[in-house]
């Protein structure tokens, strides 16, 4: 057990950190509008690590005007903590805030065994309890079986371009050329660097990617599922962002890495928990076709260039592509609508994004970074003609780096959208309208 004046002074510590925040200075995240307060459920924050999910709950909670307790177990003098220390934490918790606090954040709690008997517990007592976690595990697994219908789940992204634009004071409604010239600066930077809300502003950013991805394998992967071969898991995922956007091979992984299919697939899924890596499934009605060739994109484009040795292809369509896929997840988790993207069949041209309400095609986005040559013109804007037909889907989106237009083609009309208009797009809590 850890000894409770060590849990005190890590606690007080935090306690104090907290004094300096000063929120109305923070970005505004969209998520915000998705907790429920004055409810018995868990707010339940997850995504990448370091991806803001700590800042969000204490802007929420401090602009409120709410008192709270701070827990926050990602501390390596906390790092040994046992299930039976957690009563401990709650005492200290007491002692600091008082035994009238209405609310507590549980900051990195996953790695706890029994953390999820303890919330539960508390929840009881009427406590209001916000939890993050940087692993999907924390709601696949351990809440969904001990706090049904008990959470509310937020699902937290490293800054879109819109947050991106508003922490670097870009102006987004300039007509001027400077200002034009502005936006455009800030999206080429955007697409290169990412969004990781505490890379703004570094010089070296090789050195912040390194960290987090090795934070990543460390404490969200390896610590958790008792990796052995780290390395392995390490090449694979190195592979994985320099292959971003392109469908998962397992055998050729498999072949590279000396590890057979299986581990392959392990190791991809726990990526995948620790949110490094997203899926994207193909769209078919046969379950097979969309197990077996999915599409791995990355978090944030900032993780493919700023890495040691990153010999990543410097294509702007692909990154683009992945920056669309994850603004997509973001828009999409307001409305529980779900992505996919269609290839009919082999040889032929993909549908990068189809949004789907159900089982019905809602919307359909090709992604292209330059159509101004008429070959890639018509290729994008034929592919989408035929797959309207095919998907029987009328709403028909063309995301590039061009001017904002419709154009009818075979009596459809595709609405051609500079990815800078579309990436600024605001439409308040509901971001995608149908």
Same mark, same amino acid.
């Given at each position: ?10 606690l007080?510590?935090q306690q *104090?950190?907290?004094?300096g $925040?000063?929120?109305q200075k923070w970005v505004? %995240? ?6 429920? =307060?004055d409810t018995?459920?868990a707010? &339940?924050v997850?995504?990448?690590?370091r991806?803001?999910?700590s800042?969000?709950?204490?802007? +929420? ?7 709270y307790?701070y827990?926050?177990l990602d501390d390596d003098?906390l790092a040994?903590m046992?299930?039976?220390d957690?009563s401990?934490v709650?005492?200290c918790?007491y002692?600091?805030?008082?035994t ?10 996953q ?7 303890f919330?539960?517990r508390l929840?009881?007592t009427?406590l209001h309890i ?10 696949s #697994?351990?809440l969904?079986?001990?706090?049904t219908?008990?959470y ?6 490293p =800054? ?8 670097h ?8 050329t400077k200002?034009d010239? *502005?936006r455009k600066r800030a999206?080429?930077?955007?697409i ?6 505490e890379m703004?502003g ?8 390194q960290?987090l991805?090795?934070?990543?394998m460390r404490k969200?992967?390896q610590?958790? =599922?008792k990796?052995?071969?780290i *390395?392995?898991?390490?090449?694979l995922?190195h592979?994985?962002i ?7 091979? $397992?055998d ?8 057979t299919d ?5 190791? +991809?899924?726990?990526? !995948?928990q620790?949110?490094l890596i ?12 969309r197990?077996r ?13 700023n890495r040691d040795?990153?010999?990543?292809p *410097?294509?702007?369509?692909w ?10 997840l973001?828009? !999409?988790?307001y409305? =529980?609508y779900?992505?996919? $993207?269609h ?6 041209k993909e549908?990068?994004?189809? +949004? !789907?309400d159900?089982? %019905?095609a809602?919307e359909?986005?090709? &992604? ?6 008429r %070959?890639?013109y018509?290729r994008e ?11 029987s889907?009328n ?14 083609i075979?009596?459809k009309?595709?609405h ?11 439409? #308040?809590? %509901?971001?995608?309208?149908?």
């Open positions: 057990m850890i000894d409770e004046k060590i849990i005190l002074q890590v007080a510590e *104090e950190e907290i004094k $925040y000063k929120p505004a %995240r969209k998520e915000e509008s998705l907790f429920e =307060f018995k459920m707010q &339940v997850i995504g990448v690590r991806s803001g999910k800042t969000l709950c204490h802007k +929420v909670l401090l602009e409120r005007g709410i008192r307790g827990v926050n003098r040994d046992k299930t039976e957690l401990t709650l005492s918790v002692q600091l805030y008082g009238d606090i209405p609310y507590l954040v549980l900051d990195e709690i790695d706890v065994d029994g953390w999820y008997l919330v539960n929840l009881r009427d916000f939890v993050t976690g940087s692993n999907a595990k924390l709601l #697994g351990e969904a079986t001990h706090l219908g008990r509310n789940e937020i699902h937290l992204y =800054f879109s371009f819109l947050e991106y634009c508003q922490y004071r870009i102006d987004m409604q300039g007509i001027t200002a010239a *502005e999206f080429m930077d955007y290169h660097d990412g969004g990781f809300p703004q570094l010089r070296n950013k090789r050195a912040y990617v960290s991805i090795e934070a990543i969200d992967i610590k958790r =599922f990796i052995r071969n *390395e392995a898991l390490r090449k995922a592979h994985l320099n292959n971003a956007c392109q469908e998962v091979n $397992y050729e992984m498999s072949d590279l890495l000396g590890i299986k581990t392959a697939k392990k190791y +991809v899924d726990y990526l !995948c620790a949110f997203q899926l994207l499934t193909r769209h078919s009605f046969k379950s097979k076709e197990i060739n999915q599409k791995a994109y990355i978090v944030d484009t900032g993780l493919q260039g040795n990153a010999l990543a *410097e294509n702007l369509g990154r683009l592509e992945n920056v669309v896929y994850i603004e997509l973001r828009r !999409c988790a409305d =529980f779900d992505v996919y $993207y290839k009919p069949a082999p040889r032929a549908i990068d994004f189809v +949004v !789907c159900k089982s %019905r809602v359909l986005i090709q &992604v292209a970074y330059e159509i101004d040559s %070959r890639a018509d804007t034929s592919s989408l003609v035929k797959a309207s037909d095919a998907l889907c709403r028909l989106t063309l995301i590039a780096f061009t001017q904002t237009r419709d154009v009818e075979d009596g009309t595709i051609i959208i500079s990815a800078l208009d579309w990436l600024l797009e605001d439409h #308040g809590d %509901r971001l995608i309208v149908f």
